[in-house]
């Protein structure tokens, strides 16, 4: 795939002013709930991480374990057809026809909305902004505020054209609308399905963080509740899971909490007036055993998606979510894309990034996103190099270790004659200020005399 143009990204205001005003919101509350205690909580979190990972198969047979002693089941997926496969042949067994979603970063990896729709079942997101979204046949702009471009006027103008509504702009009445819209939806379904933002193997918990309340209603209202997860969820024991929710929730939103969260065990039990019939778990690899194999870069999979790193990127906050080739945007898309899809994929990823090292900084679990960068742009060059660009830099380094020649071709850099080769191709994508009409050498001697 080719570099995106950025260029209408760039050029729409309204845009530009959207993408600000909500990343800069949500930094500014992030801010406000950092307490003294973070960077404790930080390599907190980043350790219970690199235990769970270095130790994965030992924990994943456990929550598997766990899970069907609560009359669960588990089915392992090796990438997004054996998942989308299991999920479509249990709702045409099932006879469902109508499944209500709650948002999940997963079930956009593996495209199971559309997948669901060639066999003409109905996935509805239940998320507001992914309801609205979906309504106007596009894609999650942001992790955490997937309708973070839109203004309540774009809001407003699509509910009219697909729930037929009257115009409303106050965010309650569009809530309202949606709600009533959803509610239907919720009573049809006879399938939920969510994601999980953790998995607890020592009790075969599936941990749901919300602020709506619609990923309770998808896990408990239909018959059938089928959880997507990717492998790298999974947290040893229940005590761990204190200091992530209060990390994902101030990270992502600035909230001391989340206002949901939901711990789900299996089936509802004999007695119980709530619950599903069914439950299973999906386990989903597609491409993270890889990553997994690599040490050095195997912190990719800490991620708690809770969004930091895109609203303190500079290049997020210019170009948006839509200008990133995956699911997965801004500075955690930069590093999870090339490793889960392959290198050769958008080779171009890891280079759109100034490297400022804010994503690094703001991360809640350390992970060492500028560094990581670096690395995949080095696999990059090694597995494919360009060759005009490796000769132009053998050249450069030459001659800035040969004082005598760098002071005759300075000038050159310095005169109105225009770029060729790897710096032609460099420079249309940047801007470089106008050169001084006298360099430092020239400077230094007149300085002198």
């Known amino acids: 795939m080719k570099t995106p143009d950025v260029t209408a990204a760039l050029g729409d205001k309204k845009l530009q002013l959207a993408i600000y005003s909500a990343t800069a919101r949500l930094g500014e509350r992030r801010r406000e709930t950092i307490t003294s205690d973070h960077e404790e909580l930080r390599q907190y979190a980043h350790d219970i991480k690199k235990h769970t990972l270095d130790h ?4 994943l047979e456990q929550l598997e374990r766990n899970v069907e002693a609560r009359g669960g089941k588990v089915i392992w997926a090796k990438d ?3 998942a989308c496969a299991f999920i479509q042949n249990l709702a045409r067994k099932r006879g469902v026809k109508v499944i209500v979603k709650s948002k999940s970063m997963t079930t956009e990896e593996i495209h199971l909305n559309e997948h669901l729709e060639e066999v003409g079942i109905e996935a509805v997101e239940t998320d507001l902004g992914e309801y609205i979204l979906q309504l106007g046949g596009e894609k999650p702009f942001h992790i955490i505020a997937p309708a973070l471009h839109k203004t309540k006027e774009d809001v407003s103008d699509i509910f009219e054209k697909h729930l037929h509504s009257k115009r409303e702009t106050s965010p309650e009445g569009l809530t309202k609308i949606a709600r009533v819209a959803l509610r239907e939806k919720f009573l049809e379904a006879g399938m939920g399905i969510t994601g ?7 009790s075969g918990a599936i941990v749901l963080v919300e602020n709506e309340g619609n990923a309770r209603l998808s896990s408990s209202a239909p018959k059938i509740h089928v959880a997507v997860s990717g492998i790298e969820k999974v947290i040893p024991r229940a005590q761990d899971l204190g200091v992530f929710l209060k990390l994902l929730a101030r990270s992502a939103t600035g909230q001391p909490l989340s206002v949901y969260t939901s711990f789900l065990a299996g089936a509802k039990r004999e007695g119980e007036p709530d619950g599903p ?3 299973y778990l999906v386990l989903l690899d597609n491409g993270r055993t890889r990553l997994l194999a690599d040490e050095s870069k195997r912190q990719s999979l800490y991620c708690i998606r809770c969004g930091a790193c895109l609203n303190h990127c500079p290049v997020y906050r210019k170009i948006g979510g839509y200008n990133y080739p995956w699911v997965y945007s801004g500075p955690i898309g930069k590093i999870l894309t090339p490793q889960f899809m392959g290198i050769e994929h958008d080779p171009w990823l890891p280079f759109a990034s100034s490297l ?10 350390k992970i ?10 080095s696999d990059k060059v090694a597995n494919d190099p360009d060759r005009a660009e490796l000769w132009s830099f053998k050249v450069w380094a030459w001659v800035m270790r040969h004082p005598k020649f760098y002071a005759r071709l300075a000038p050159l850099a310095l005169s109105a004659a225009p770029p060729v080769g790897p710096v032609k191709k460099w420079l249309s994508q940047r801007d470089l200020p106008v050169p001084p009409a006298k360099s430092f050498r020239d400077l230094w001697k007149e300085r002198s005399k």
């Open 56 to 59: 994965l198969d030992f924990y």
């Open 277 to 279: 019939e069914e439950f």
């Open 356 to 365: 400022c090292g804010a994503c690094g900084e703001v991360c809640p679990v």
């Open 368 to 377: 060492e996103i500028p560094r990581i960068l670096l690395e995949l742009r």
């Open 196 to 202: 999980a933002n953790f998995l607890v193997a020592d």
């Open 80 to 82: 997004g057809a054996e």
